[in-house]
Nanobody, 124 residues
Framework: QVQLVESGGGLVQAGGSLRLSCAAS????????VGWFRQAPGKEREFVAA????????YYADSVKGRFTISRDNRESTVDLQMNSLKPEDTAVYYC?????????????????WGQGTQVTVSS
C-alpha cells in the first residue's frame, strides 16, 4: 500500500503559477504510475496529467497541455505538477493518485491510491 499527501495549493491570480507536490510513503514508489486529477464543485473528477513509473512517459489533458508539466523523483518519492499560465477554469481540488504501471491512463478507476487533495483557486 502507498500513502499520498498533496501540497502546494493556494490562491493565485490568472496568469500566475503554482507548483503542486505529491509525497508518497509506503511501498516502493517506483512500482506505480502516478496521475494528477482535479475536481471542481458540481463536476466530475477529471484527468490532468500522468507519468510512468520511471518518468519516461508523460500524458496531459488537452486543456492543460503546454501549461502544466508533471515530473517525478523516485529517490525522494515525489511527483510534482508545475502549473503555469493558470486560468480561472483551473480552479479545483487537485488529487494525486498511484496506479498500476501497466494499465494506468486517464480514467480515475485505473488508480488504486489517492491523496486527500489540495485546493487551487485562480482568480480573474
Amino acid at each position: 500500500q502507498v500513502q499520498l499527501v498533496e501540497s502546494g495549493g493556494g490562491l493565485v491570480q490568472a496568469g500566475g503559477s503554482l507548483r503542486l507536490s505529491c509525497a508518497a510513503s509506503g511501498r516502493t514508489f517506483s512500482s506505480y504510475a502516478v496521475g494528477w486529477f482535479r475536481q471542481a464543485p458540481g463536476k466530475e473528477r477529471e484527468f490532468v496529467a500522468a507519468i510512468s513509473r520511471y518518468g519516461r512517459s508523460t500524458y496531459y489533458a488537452d486543456s492543460v497541455k503546454g501549461r502544466f508539466t508533471i515530473s517525478r523523483d523516485n529517490r525522494e518519492s515525489t511527483v510534482d505538477l508545475q502549473m503555469n499560465s493558470l486560468k480561472p477554469e483551473d480552479t479545483a481540488v487537485y488529487y494525486c493518485a498511484a496506479g498500476n504501471p501497466y494499465s494506468y491512463g486517464t480514467d480515475p478507476r485505473g488508480y488504486d491510491y489517492w491523496g486527500q487533495g489540495t485546493q487551487v483557486t485562480v482568480s480573474s
